[in-house]
């Protein structure tokens, strides 16, 4: 399957079993991950460690930032919805929270 062809019901489902941290958002066309870092310095470094992994990507999330607190969503907009891509990057987003 390409990384551009929306996904199932079913396999979205089956995605976000593996994603603990994520959660459909509004319309069902995206997933959205909100998370607290230690402080608002380790929190910028989260979103520029995110950034590199969705520039090497070619996929970009929207980002909110409240001082400390992040909210990352994402969806393939290209495609109308949800891709594996979008699941990539969420894995990628947790690892990032792992060790930032």
Known sequence: MSSTNLLTEDEIAAALDGLPHWRRSGSGESITRT??????????????????????????????????????TLSTHSAGGLTSLDFQLAALIDRVFDTV
Do not use: M, N, S, Y
């Open 35 to 72: 998370a607290d870092a230690a402080d608002f310095p380790t929190a910028i470094r989260v979103v520029v460690a995110v950034a590199e992994e969705a520039e090497r990507l070619d996929h970009h999330p929207d980002i909110d930032i409240r001082w400390r607190t992040l909210t990352f």
